[in-house]
């Protein structure tokens, strides 16, 4: 069964410092997400990408985030300078379209700062 | 009011028992609604879309009733293996998915 791959599965990095976390969506699938969950609260959506540009974004994604498909298989979050409050696990989804569509989500990457 | 609001549980049941949970949405506009499981420090995985004339997957039963914004998911005759936080979920044509918190479920030999 096709699924979605996120690596690293989990991250540890130093307050301030860039992270970027990689995921490869499922091939036949256009539309991309992050989500992140903060632990012990609910999944939000951070993020959508679909033509090869954002077309969404939540008021969590400031200027210290950024996407990137860097080409046809990988989908990236990064952030710039990583504070305190960034600790969460970060989900990535796809699916193959945003009409009422169900979305999969990868196993996530746990990011810690410290 | 929160978009998408659940009781967060726990609900602690023995094995075999029937259980309901139940879910609000805000936005009348919402067109898709699905009930995720999410196993603990785990991603959510797809347990069922809703649609309108409910829909039943084993022992798991869904409900809509979109004058009143509420999906309810049943589950009959409950396992250990079904102890997990179930996400209720809503989304809106093209917009991104909106999860509630979740209701934790803990199934009790």
């Known amino acids: 069964e096709p699924e979605v791959t996120q690596t690293p599965s989990h991250q540890v990095t130093q307050m301030g410092q860039e992270v970027i976390l990689r995921c490869v969506p499922i091939?036949?699938?256009?539309?991309f997400y992050w989500y992140r969950q903060i632990l012990g609260q609910k999944v939000e959506f951070l993020v959508s990408?679909?033509?090869?540009?954002?077309?969404?974004k939540s008021e969590i994604f400031d200027d210290q985030f950024s996407v990137e498909r860097p080409d046809g298989s990988n989908f990236t979050l990064k952030i710039r300078s990583t504070k305190l409050e960034d600790s969460a696990m970060y989900f990535c989804?796809?699916?193959?379209?945003?009409?009422?569509?169900?979305?999969?989500f990868g196993q996530g990457t746990r990011l810690t700062v410290v | 009011r929160k978009e998408v609001e659940q009781d967060p549980g726990p609900f602690n049941v023995p094995e075999g028992a029937t259980v309901a949970f139940n879910c609000t949405y805000s936005n009348s506009a919402s067109q898709s609604f699905f009930w995720y499981r999410q196993d603990c420090r785990k991603e959510p995985k797809l347990l069922m879309s809703v649609y309108s004339s409910g829909n039943e997957d084993g022992r798991f039963t869904a409900q809509l009733n979109r004058a009143s914004q509420y999906i309810s998911l049943l589950i009959r005759d409950s396992k250990l293996s079904d102890s997990a936080t179930y996400l209720c979920v809503v989304g809106r044509g093209n917009t991104p998915l909106v999860f509630g918190k979740g209701t934790r479920l803990s199934v009790i030999a």
């Open positions: 990408f679909y033509n090869n540009e954002i077309s969404e």
């Open positions: 091939s036949n699938h256009l539309y």
């Open positions: 989804a796809s699916s193959d379209s945003t009409a009422n569509t169900e979305a999969f």
